[in-house]
C-alpha cells in the first residue's frame, strides 16, 4: 500500500532562516506531488504541484519554493523565512491531477 | 475567482442530529465529487466520493446527495457522534490551462455535542 511521510511533525524557526520540508512517498511510482499551506481554522492552499522530476508548478507567488528531485521525494524550501509563513503545511500525492489525493500529517511551522 | 463555495463555515450539532454540510460549484472538468474529513493536527482523509451517474451515495453515516441541475452537493452525516468532530472539505475538479485540478472548498468546522 502506498504511504506518504513528511517531517519534520512540527518546526520553531527565526525570521530569516532557512527552511526545508521533505516529503516522500512509498509504493507507488510517477505520483503527483502537491504542496499546500493551511492556516489555522482555515482552508487548503495549494502551492505547488508536480507531475514529474524536475517539474514544477506554482500556484501563488510567494517566499517559497519548491523541488522534486527524485520521482518520490518533493521538497519545499525558502532562503529567508517571513513571519507570514507560519502555518500548516501539507504534502499529498495523487494518481493524476483529476485523481483523490491522499495527504500527509503536515508539518505545524511558527516563525518567531 | 471561487469555484466552489461551501457551507457553513461552522456547525455546531447535539449528538445524534443530522448536520449537513452544502458545496456548490460553478464549472467542472469531471462529475466527481470528493469529501475530505480532517481532525485537528491531521492531514485530510478522503472520506467518501459521488460519482453523478447516482443522485445519492451512503457509506455508513456518511450520506452525499448530488443536484446535478442545481450544480450542488451536499454531505449529511446520520446520528452524529462526538468523534465525527472535525473539519470537513468538498472538492470539485476544474479544468484549468494547466490541466484538470482537484480543488477544495474552504471547509466547515463541525462539532458534535454531548
Known amino acids: 500500500s502506498q504511504t506518504i511521510h513528511q517531517w519534520p511533525a512540527t518546526l520553531v524557526q527565526p525570521v530569516g532562516s532557512p527552511l526545508s520540508l521533505e516529503c516522500t512517498v512509498e509504493?507507488?511510482?510517477?505520483?503527483?506531488l502537491y504542496w499546500y499551506r493551511q492556516a489555522a481554522g482555515r482552508g487548503l492552499q495549494l502551492l505547488f504541484y508536480?507531475?514529474?522530476?524536475?517539474?514544477i508548478s506554482s500556484e501563488v507567488p510567494q517566499n517559497l519554493s519548491a523541488s522534486r528531485p527524485q520521482d518520490r521525494q518533493f521538497i519545499l524550501s525558502s532562503k529567508k523565512l517571513l513571519l507570514s509563513d507560519s502555518g500548516f503545511y501539507l504534502c499529498?500525492?495523487?494518481?493524476?491531477?483529476?485523481?483523490?489525493?491522499?495527504f500527509g500529517d503536515g508539518t505545524r511551522l511558527s516563525i518567531l | 475567482q471561487q469555484q466552489v463555495k461551501q457551507s457553513p463555515q461552522s456547525l455546531i450539532v447535539q449528538k445524534g442530529g443530522i448536520p449537513i454540510i452544502n458545496c456548490a460549484y460553478e464549472n467542472t472538468a469531471f462529475d466527481y465529487f470528493p469529501w475530505y474529513q480532517q481532525f485537528p493536527g491531521k492531514g485530510p482523509a478522503l472520506l467518501i466520493a459521488i460519482r453523478p451517474d447516482v443522485s445519492e451515495k451512503k457509506e455508513g453515516r456518511f450520506t452525499i446527495s448530488f443536484n446535478k441541475s442545481a450544480k450542488q452537493f451536499s454531505l449529511h452525516i446520520m446520528d452524529s457522534q462526538p468523534g465525527d468532530s472535525a473539519t470537513y472539505f468538498c472538492a470539485v475538479i476544474i479544468l484549468t490551462g494547466g490541466g484538470n485540478k482537484l480543488t477544495f472548498g474552504t471547509g466547515t468546522q463541525l462539532k458534535v455535542e454531548l
Open positions: 508536480s507531475v514529474g522530476i524536475g517539474q
Open positions: 509504493g507507488t511510482s510517477n505520483p503527483n
Open positions: 499529498a500525492w495523487s494518481y493524476g491531477l483529476d485523481q483523490p489525493q491522499h
